[in-house]
């Protein structure tokens, strides 16, 4: 039973605002430890069924502002990638271990921030690390069923696009478009699941005003942020959700 006390809100509230800055104005690679913060009090079912329509609102909140600033050939190759892994995750929802897929995509996307930091300090030599279309195809799959089963995403198409060297707001857009059209598809197996409850519907009403500020501050750190200094961001995001992604599948 979800109840909606103090000590829900207490802790629901700052999850929230977190998840919009986030997918507001640095992508989506850190927005999923909303979800794991909520599952620490609410069962992973209660935290999923809460976050999904949350995320679907800041993504309606950020759309606008990036509208048509994204790689529409790189955002294209995830979406595709990713239906087929959010029916991919609905089939196995009941029966997958989504903790290979943490430690799986936090070593991937370790392996990645330490091999362009390699790369730049001259103690790796190789030639550019632009990726493949086929590589953003599997990265949309594998972000399509990690959203599904965590709302854990972000990561793997992260890697994608910063192997792509996009400007700021072309990642930007190309994410919120991306992960727009993910959490859409995302909606219909989730009712199905029974993931959505009345007390998961007052939960949204009640904080549904937490997510739009989070949004609206997240496009405005965007703006203010330097190019260098919000690619380094994303690293770090990268980072640090790559690392907690390994600790939370190992434990």
Known sequence: MLELNGAFF???VPAVLFAGISKGGFGSGAAFASSTILALFLTPGQALGVMLPLLMLIDATTLRPYWKTWSWPDARLLILGAVPGVVLGALLYKVAEPDVFRVLIGGISLAFV?????RRMGLIRAGGTRLSGWVGGLAGLVAGFTSFVSHAGGPPAAVYLLSRKLDKT???GTTVLVFWVINIVKFVP???LGLF???TALAN???AP??????LIGVKAHRIVPERLFFGLTYVLLVVTGAKLIWEGLT
């Open 190 to 192: 989730y009712a199905y």
């Open 210 to 215: 937490v997510a739009i500020v989070g949004a």
């Open 205 to 207: 009403l009640a904080l």
């Open 197 to 199: 409850t009345a007390e």
């Open 10 to 12: 207490a802790v629901a």
């Open 114 to 118: 330490f091999w362009q930091a390699g």
């Open 170 to 172: 072309s990642f930007q």
